[in-house]
């Protein structure tokens, strides 16, 4: 009888041992140590500093995804750069460059056919870039994702209106059918200047009242990048899209000259291309660019940014608020 006590005694208290052996285990998991409360503050110090520059990152529009902190019409700001890198590169594409011009400026180009024939120079250094691309990239000059190619690293988007009317002596070709023009103007359900009347004569500006209050404008900020200065780039809210506002200082000739060569610098560096094919297409889309607004191609020159075409008086887009 006392040796059963015994042996129900001794396995009473190894129970009990091991109901508190395992209950200061779970003590112990549950309260981590020193060195663990330290690895778990770091690694939440570590993710809020990754937090914080994600942050950073996104308000100062660094950011390379293609969806981060984009203006509202940089969608289709974006198509007409490529429309336009494009254009130029393809064989008898000058006059399509011209398409993306606003109105006053394809009507002073269009006075001159002749200088928006592409000729066989400049054609030959289309096929030559063209062939060359190939051997380089497996395809054709294609930019196939916009937004992308062109992120914010490289094209800042800014969106605004016309604030108010000009004074008279500030030069407006008025379109023929509102006078006096509209208040208020909504290019995107083509009211008021958005609906000018039939251009009799060909040279009358369809849609391009630049000082009609809310006309929508833009400004596309191109980064010094590539061994080029930086470029602002205006851009106006036509019935038709968002168009190249190009300074009446370029006519047919000088745009062909200077595509031209702006191309031919870009053939003669085809060992220096970047490896990378969207780089490559920032780097001619940038040429392109300064060559339509006749604008040095020297990093060293003045700055080209900030610039005021010289047919408008018409100041960079405010960024978007």
Excluded at 117 to 135: C, F, P, S, Y
Excluded at 141 to 149: G, H, M
Excluded at 190 to 202: F, I, L, M, Q, R
Aim: hydrophobic share 35%; proline share 4%.
């Amino acid at each position: 009888m006392n040796k059963h006590m015994c042996i129900v005694a001794a396995a009473a208290a190894l129970t009990v041992g091991g109901m508190a052996f395992a209950q200061n285990t779970t003590d112990d998991q549950a309260k981590p140590t020193v060195g663990q409360r330290i690895e778990n503050g770091a690694a939440k110090t570590g993710d809020a500093i990754k937090s914080g520059a994600e942050k950073t990152k996104d308000a100062v529009g660094l950011n390379k995804d293609a969806s981060a902190n984009q203006a509202k019409s940089a969608e289709e700001i974006h198509d007409v750069m490529a429309q336009v890198a494009e254009a130029s590169l393809t064989k008898n594409g000058l006059k399509d460059v011209v398409e993306r011009f606003v109105d006053a400026d394809r009507n002073r180009m269009g006075q001159n056919q002749d200088a928006l024939k592409n000729g066989d120079a400049l054609d030959g250094r289309i096929a030559q870039i063209e062939t060359d691309w190939k051997a380089k990239y497996g395809q054709k000059f294609d930019v196939r994702d916009e937004d992308k190619v062109y992120d914010q690293s490289f094209a800042m988007v800014t969106e605004g209106e016309e604030a108010g009317a000009r004074t008279a002596s500030d030069k407006t070709n008025a379109d023929t059918s509102t006078t006096p023009p509209p208040a208020q103007v909504n290019a995107s359900n083509k009211e008021g200047v958005d609906k000018p009347s039939a251009n009799s004569n060909g040279q009358t500006d369809a849609d391009k009242n630049l000082n009609d209050k809310g006309r929508n404008i833009a400004t596309v900020h191109i980064a010094a990048s590539h061994g080029l200065p930086a470029l602002d780039v205006p851009m106006i809210h036509e019935a038709g899209g968002w168009k190249l506002d190009v300074p009446d200082s370029v006519d047919a000739a000088k745009l062909h000259s200077n595509i031209q060569t702006a191309l031919t610098k870009v053939g003669d560096m085809k060992d220096q291309w970047p490896a990378d094919e969207a780089e490559a297409q920032r780097m001619v889309t940038h040429q392109v660019l300064l060559a339509i607004f006749d604008k040095s191609a020297d990093a060293s020159a003045a700055p080209a940014g900030a610039q005021l075409p010289a047919d408008q008086g018409t100041s960079p887009a405010a960024p978007a608020k």
